[in-house]
């Protein structure tokens, strides 16, 4: 069935494409080991290191963010190593801790709530006792999507440098790169994850590692090299030295993400993050005046991304989204893991402004009274008010 105006693609990745970006794509292909594509090469890895902040080495993979992950882990650590991972939702679990104990790695999952980000105490007291310094990296993300809950990476950085721990810190900006403030080489940051399809305003199918010079010489060093030949970081910065990749690359991905870096270093990364800051704290006053709750119960972790709303007892998150989906043409994101029908997800990134938000908002409080969830009108005027006082 066809139907009319625009779909409402509301979920926290992937987010709407720009139709500049979807243009650029649609161009012929190119040699991928000819001169052109040099110059595409080393505009894309260029620009993700402004993206990323970092004046060290970005890859490319053509792979989605969880590639990404297994690509930082399999090159940076070897199997038996002993690793620590913040728990903070269902990707710390599935992105983190599932690919960690697949590759042989010894995991210690440092619990949370799935309420907050990553606690610094926390980290604390797991690494203050490691005087041997068993552990060799430690993994936090920094958006969990799941919940809505950004973690406090210059606060873990450093609980890191206090204890003088050699561990690397690896860091999964999959949802918050290009949203929310991200800082690779100011913050100490070894590996850091991402993928095209949030922030970066890009179709699915690109993953990125932000990498430091410590941990591209760790990797080095290994004593059990990683035995893939895909991830492998040191065949990729070979070939990125001259523009080019070891093998075929996402070419067609590869224009989008230029337009895409054009269009974000344009308006400047600082105010791309007040964008996201406004329309995240836009959004929590309407889920106020709704009397709902956030899944996320710590303001100093809000997400500026991603709103998950707790749904009131005996009212079902993904019933909501199905009245939502079929009459208003609007897709939310699920409840996953234990936040299954518990709770919803309202994506408030990548291109997206104002009237964007306010269509969102107002499908989700339409929503609202379609289901027979009980809550107050005056979400969507909430959320007005502040964009106007904050204009
Ligand atoms: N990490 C985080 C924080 C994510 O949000 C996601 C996906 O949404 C992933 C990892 C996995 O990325 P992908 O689904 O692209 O493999």
């Known amino acids: 069935m066809s139907r009319p105006g625009r779909h409402f693609l509301q979920i926290p990745g992937p987010t709407n494409v720009p139709d500049r970006v979807l243009r650029a794509m649609a161009a012929p292909v190119i040699d991928h080991r000819g001169p052109e594509f040099a110059v595409l090469g080393r505009a894309v890895l260029d620009g ?79 690494l203050a006792p490691d005087r041997r310094h068993d552990v060799k990296a430690v993994v936090v993300v920094h958006n969990e999507t799941s919940t809505g809950a950004a973690s406090r990476l210059p606060d873990l950085r450093a609980v890191m440098n206090r204890l003088r721990h050699p561990a690397l810190l690896i860091v999964d900006t999959v949802s918050s790169l290009a949203s929310i403030d991200y800082r690779h080489d100011e913050w100490e ?111 100093s972790e809000y997400s500026n991304v991603t709103t998950a709303v707790m749904m009131p007892e005996g009212h079902n998150a993904d019933q909501l989204r199905r009245i939502i989906l079929e009459r208003f043409d609007m897709s939310l994101g699920t409840g996953l893991g234990k936040l299954a029908g518990k709770a919803f997800r309202i994506g408030h990134l990548g291109s997206f402004n104002d009237l964007m938000l306010a269509g969102t908002l107002s499908g989700v409080e339409m929503g609202l009274a379609a289901a027979g969830v009980p809550y107050r009108p005056g979400g969507v005027g909430a959320a007005l008010a502040h964009l106007a006082q904050t204009d």
């Open 48 to 126: 993700m290191r402004a993206i990323f902040q970092t004046r060290s080495h970005v890859i490319i993979y053509p792979s989605s963010g969880t590639g990404a992950c297994e690509a930082a882990l399999s090159n940076a650590l070897s199997p038996g190593d002993r690793v620590v991972i913040m728990e903070t939702g269902w990707f710390s679990h599935v992105a983190w801790r599932q690919v960690a104990e697949r590759l042989g790695l010894v995991v210690d999952y440092v619990s949370g709530t799935w309420r907050r980000g990553a606690s610094p105490d926390d980290l604390e007291a797991h």
């Open 189 to 299: 940051v070894d590996v850091a994850v991402s993928g095209s399809q949030k922030g970066l305003m890009v179709p699915p199918g690109l993953g990125f590692n932000a990498v430091s010079e410590k941990a591209l010489k760790v990797s080095l060093a290994k004593q059990t090299r990683s035995p893939s030949t895909y991830w492998d970081w040191h065949e990729m910065v070979r070939a990125n030295a001259t523009g080019y990749f070891p093998y075929t690359p996402a070419t067609n991905l590869l224009y989008g993400l230029r337009e895409a870096q054009t269009m974000l270093l344009d308006e400047g990364l600082p105010n791309v993050f007040r964008r996201h800051a406004r329309h995240g704290e836009a959004t929590r006053a309407a889920v106020r005046a709704w009397g709902l709750e956030t899944v996320c119960e710590e303001p």
